[in-house]
């Protein structure tokens, strides 16, 4: 289950300035996602198990995205700015793992000259350090994230299945 919405406007409030800007607002979630399955051993995690993910953030989709761009062009010349903003998203399909969102910044020149561009770009301008994607890495069997930033995973494999973890 999913909705979105996609808002776009461009102006030309000056000859040669055109600012654009592009937003996405959506809710992606999972609609039925249940399925059980068997932890080995005699810990206290260990036997039959069930995950009912219905409900939840679908991992690594945002519900914001937005897009700002500004160009100025005066004759073959352009100098362009953009701002990039990714919202939080979930990391994990039981959503106990939260990416935060992040803004970055890109920027650049160019000349046109005849059917020729030259351009000199540079992106995240600011030197933005975030995390773009951590889904793959996380696993579904992360039970909490304590407020010190360690997580309490679920042993699922081995000897040690069906005890817990903390890393």
Known sequence: RTFGTELEAAVS??????LRAVTTLQDPRFTRFRYEFFVPGTNPGSGAQVRDYSGNRLNDAVKLLSDLTASY?????????????????????????????????????????????????????????AIVQ????????ILRVNDDGTAVSLVTTGAAAGTTTTS
């Open 13 to 18: 409030p000056l000859e040669g300035l055109r």
């Open 73 to 129: 062009s005066v004759g073959g010349a352009e100098l362009f700015g953009n701002y990039r903003y990714t919202g939080d998203r979930a990391a994990n399909r039981p959503n106990t793992v939260t990416i935060p969102g992040f803004g970055e910044v890109a920027g650049g020149v160019s000349y046109r000259f005849r059917e020729t561009r030259v351009s000199l770009q540079g992106v995240n301008l600011l030197n933005r350090q």
């Open 134 to 141: 951590m889904g793959a890495r996380t696993g579904e069997d």
